[in-house]
């Protein structure tokens, strides 16, 4: 069984930063896949934030978050995080990493997941 373990959550002001990490146990799963980032709001759908194809370092992210938050990956820690920065009430959700994504032509953010982290609460207030 794959874990997937995300830590980072907080709650911050609007304009100010967080970085999320997310550990995977499986190293065969992590360097051959997508790993990514998702967030889910109450009374929303749960939905792509930012990934990162392993094996070439294709990074990809939701047009909302373009030029504000960053993924990055360390391979040889199987981990990747998630730098966000001037940070809006909008960005307040539950963050899920999620493992194993299978790259599709649109690349890792619509890649079917198999393993999902518990989540971390980031919370922005105006």
């Known amino acids: 069984q794959v874990r997937v373990e995300e830590s980072g959550g907080a709650s911050v002001q609007a304009g100010g930063s967080l970085r999320l990490s997310c550990s995977t146990s499986d190293e065969y799963t992590y360097m051959r896949n997508c790993m990514g980032w998702f967030r889910q709001a109450p009374g929303k759908e749960r939905e792509p934030v930012a990934a990162i194809y392993i094996p070439m370092g294709n990074k990809y992210q939701a047009d909302s978050v373009k030029g504000r938050f960053t993924v990055s990956a360390d391979n040889a820690k199987t981990t990747i995080d998630l730098q966000m920065n001037n940070l809006e009430p909008d960005d307040t959700a539950m963050y899920y990493c999620?493992?194993?994504?299978?790259?599709?032509?649109?690349?890792?953010?619509?890649?079917?997941?198999?393993?999902w982290g518990q989540g971390t609460q980031v919370t922005v207030s105006s």
């Open positions: 999620a493992a194993g994504g299978r790259l599709i032509g649109a690349g890792c953010l619509r890649a079917a997941y198999g393993y």
